[in-house]
């Protein structure tokens, strides 16, 4: 038995080399020739438990994607181009159909709406196919569904917040030393949630009994609109368009908390007063503990009380019983961190790794559990989250006696499927990197091209020649007549998962052992950089 598995060390092996654990066979039909041949392609999944070579690759491109967006020193989303004159002749005849199709309506000509609308898709879609992005106006066939309309008047046991216009730059303050040296610092900053009873240092709380689970369920279900409000809030105060990347985790107590890099620098007081003003209300239905019984009527169609068979309140009759009160308020706790990294500092990488320690991890990985206390703790917050609606459609409403928004007799009262209700995501259902829209002026597919052509430069390699060579007669410029289909393991020209990684393992390990020589042929002919002492101003000493 200590002899290891020869399948063990091929999957280890593959690990090591970066070689996707469960590759996606796809089928490339040549449709001239009929030829057709197996791709695999990585899984790309994003957590170690799935395919940890993929993981820690979707790792490294956040990382990259973190320090090339933090110590910017331009803008780095580039103004949108003038429309063209084709373009604009296009929106002219969609304004004129518009007022052509008023005046119809007003006539109560019916019959010739009706030819202006098709029109109007005409000309909507000339101008998708011109290259506009989005779409000019609403469809008149789809009416916009009517939506409730609250107060957004601020709270007033809220403290106030200063509001200022948002001037368009993202880039940070420029501060001049006494010897002139100028310096563009960033910040990182960690955000949490207030308290809900007293912890142990395992995270386990003193007492359970008095442990509010229902409030720590609530806002670890809406914590991401408090974000969300929280960079809409600093924007407005310090008056520019503040950029953030950054992630969000569990913490040990197992309430979600966030770090982020922040381009620029904004005094600490100001972030602590910017989280003490911010909340979200959460305007729904207030409930209580989950007593009800619903039972699905299928002749009347709809949810009713199994204790007395009358029909359940509907989602809007809920609405419109709720008061001035909402159902929730979350806010951040006091904890609010915040430190200055300059460009050139040492711990960047160090800080960029903290930033990204645990987003390979699901939730409840993120920290190890050892002891009966952090176990029970699990257990109770999970059931909680269980039981908490986590949306207008979420089952969970009717055990509170509410039918949730679009009803419908597939509903499993306290079996909701949303992520927040699973026991690996700890409420935290949504996406768990955060990256503001004009960070690094560059998509994931936009880093990951860069990364191929550093590689391609180091080894000397003309571009192009990892596409896929196209058989038979083909006009340039014109689409290939290949056919692509997702091929299944029990495919007859499938070969075995074995085979696969295999063969991905020996061309990963050529492309690892050129890729090294190239590094060592590229070090041979880099002159050796002299590193100045601070105490040698005239740099006779390397």
């Known amino acids: ?32 020739t009929g030829k057709t041949e197996i791709i695999d392609v990585p899984c790309g999944a994003t957590r170690e438990d799935k395919c940890p070579p993929c993981a820690k690759r979707a790792r490294r491109l956040r990382k990259v994607q973190i320090r090339e967006g933090w110590h910017r020193t331009d803008e780095p989303a580039p103004a949108p181009e003038p429309a063209a004159e084709g ?18 309506v007003r006539a109560s000509q019916w019959d010739q709406v009706g030819e202006v609308d098709d029109a109007i898709r005409e000309v909507e879609e000339a101008i998708a196919a011109e290259g506009l992005r989005g779409s000019v106006a609403p469809a008149h066939d789809k009416p916009a569904e009517p939506k409730r309309q609250r107060s957004t008047k601020r709270r007033q046991d809220a403290p106030a ?24 610092p960033s910040m990182w900053l960690t955000v949490t949630l207030d308290s809900y009873g007293p912890v142990r240092p395992d995270g386990s709380p003193v007492d359970p009994s008095t442990y509010d689970y229902r409030r720590a369920a609530w806002d670890a279900i809406t914590f991401p609109r ?58 729904w239905p207030k409930v209580g503990e989950p007593s009800c019984r619903p039972l699905w009527n299928a002749d009347a169609e709809t949810w009713c009380d199994s204790a007395t068979g009358l029909p359940l309140a509907t989602w809007d009759e809920a ?45 409840a990985d993120c920290h190890q559990l050892t002891t009966d206390r952090q176990r029970d703790h699990l ?37 909701c499927k949303g992520r927040v209700h699973q026991r690996a995501t700890l409420g935290i259902g ?12 560059k998509t994931l597919a936009d880093h990951r091209h860069d990364a191929r052509a550093w590689v391609k430069a180091l080894l000397g390699v003309s571009e192009g020649v990892d596409q896929v060579p196209v058989v038979g007669d083909h006009q340039p410029g014109t689409p290939a007549s290949v056919a692509w289909e997702l091929a299944r393991p029990n495919d007859p020209d499938m070969p075995p998962m074995r085979h696969r990684l295999l063969r991905a393992l020996a061309q990963r390990i050529q ?32």
């Open 379 to 415: 257990e109770r917050f999970w059931r909680e989250l269980r039981v908490t609606p986590c949306s207008e459609r979420c089952a969970n409403w009717l055990l509170y006696g509410i039918q949730p928004k679009k009803a419908h007799a597939r509903l499993r009262p306290g079996n």
């Open 430 to 441: 949504g996406r768990r990197i955060l990256v503001s829209r004009d960070w690094s002026g």
């Open 161 to 184: 917040l200063p509001r200022q216009k948002v001037d368009p730059r993202t880039v940070g303050r420029v501060y001049t030393a006494p010897d002139g040296t100028e310096y563009r």
């Open 226 to 283: 408090l974000l969300d409000r929280f960079w809409q809030n600093l924007r407005r105060c310090v008056g520019w368009n503040v950029q953030y990347a950054g992630c969000v985790e569990p913490q040990r107590r197992l309430a979600p908390h966030a770090h982020f890099a922040i381009r620029g620098t904004i005094p600490r007081a100001v972030l602590r007063e910017v989280a003490a003003a911010t909340y979200h209300q959460v305007w």
């Open 1 to 32: 038995m200590l002899i290891p598995l020869a399948a063990n060390v091929v999957k280890e092996m593959a690990a090591e080399y970066g070689v996707c654990l469960r590759p996606v066979g796809l089928r490339r039909t040549d449709l001239d």
């Open 319 to 363: 609405l419109d019983a709720i008061e001035d009160e909402p159902a929730h308020v979350i806010r951040f706790g006091t904890q609010i961190r915040a430190e200055g990294v300059n460009a050139n500092d040492r711990n960047v990488d160090r800080t960029i790794g903290y930033i990204t320690k645990y987003i390979t991890k699901s939730a």
């Open 87 to 104: 373009q604009r002749a296009l929106i002219s005849l969609r304004a004129n159909l518009e007022h052509a199709r008023d005046e119809a």
């Open 511 to 542: 492309w690892r052992n050129a890729l090294n020589a190239a590094r060592d042929r590229a070090a041979q002919y880099e002159p050796t950089p002299v590193h100045l002492s601070a105490t040698d101003d005239h740099g006779e000493r390397g």
